[in-house]
């Protein structure tokens, strides 16, 4: 049985991994925060001490590296500690400790100043009126990064890291640039959310098939197959075969 280390594996995205691959996986967590359900096992600790990234990884075939300041606009030394400094002793742990695959959570805000411009600035604000969602250019994974926020420049530092680590120790680096995850799991609450919205169902379709493929430095988007998505999902149909069931449409 694989054992799989996932950081901030006490919150939303991580209770929602944890629940679904506890049945094949042997799931741990490292987390400042208990986890909400008691059988989920956890290492209270630090991503920021390298000790306890150390630590908890030990034996584990894959990181999933979920745990960030998760906030859009937190301040520099918040994403820095939380983001950055943490990032690196992911992959510092992970090649000290043998780790084959780092899963990282990254974001759509690592390329969110293209929602400055059209047709995507329309969709974001629900003005349809004139675009045919099936002629949308969709933003791919070999566009240059555009952060929108020191959150989303913590997220492309992450990806580059990454690489880094890829390319120099083969560690397979599997970025996921997310969406928008809900705790209730509907696209409902905000308009944009119509074209971002990850169901839960979405999400671990997604993190399951990064995690049973050989991959390499990949870099997927993780979105349902929303109407109006404007971000492209072939990359990861293509190498791990992703086909999200949930659009965000039937829910309007
Ligand atoms: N939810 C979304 O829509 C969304 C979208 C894009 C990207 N992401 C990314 O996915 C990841 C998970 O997001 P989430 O929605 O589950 O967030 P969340 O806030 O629910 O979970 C983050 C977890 O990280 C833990 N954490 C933070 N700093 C830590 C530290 N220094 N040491 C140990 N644990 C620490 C927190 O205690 C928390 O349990 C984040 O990296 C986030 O940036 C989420």
């Not at 987390?31 to 600790?45: E, L, R």
């Not at 409902?188 to 049973?212: F, G, M, N």
Request: zero cysteines.
């Amino acid at each position: 049985m694989k054992k799989i280390l996932i950081t901030g594996g006490s919150g939303l995205i991580g209770t929602i991994l944890n629940n679904h691959l506890m049945v094949n996986y042997e799931v741990h967590n490292l987390d400042i925060n208990k986890p909400k359900n008691k059988d989920h096992n956890i290492f209270i600790g630090n991503m920021n001490k390298y000790q306890d990234v150390l630590e908890s990884s030990k034996d584990a075939n894959i990181i999933i590296h979920l745990g960030a300041a998760v906030q859009m606009d937190s301040d520099w030394k918040l994403v820095f500690n939380n983001n950055i400094e943490s990032t690196k002793n992911v992959y510092e742990a992970a090649k000290n400790n043998n780790v084959k695959k780092v899963i990282f959570a990254s974001s759509n805000h690592a390329v969110g100043l293209f929602e400055n411009d059209s047709p995507y600035k329309e969709i974001v604000r629900g003005e349809y009126r004139d675009l045919d969602p099936n002629k949308i250019k969709k933003i791919d994974e070999n566009v240059p990064v555009r952060p929108d926020s020191f959150y989303g420049v913590s997220k492309a530092f992450g990806e580059a890291i990454g690489r880094y680590y890829y390319e120099t120790y083969k560690i397979q680096s599997i970025n996921l640039r997310i969406g928008t995850v809900q705790k209730i799991d509907s696209p409902k609450s905000s308009i944009r959310h119509y074209a971002t919205w990850l169901s839960h169902k979405d999400i671990a379709q997604l993190v399951e098939k990064s995690i049973i493929h050989d991959l390499e430095f990949e870099i997927f988007y993780g979105v349902s197959n929303n109407k109006w998505r404007f971000w492209d999902i072939k990359n990861s149909y293509n190498k791990i075969s992703y086909e999200p069931v949930e659009n965000a449409e039937n829910y309007r």
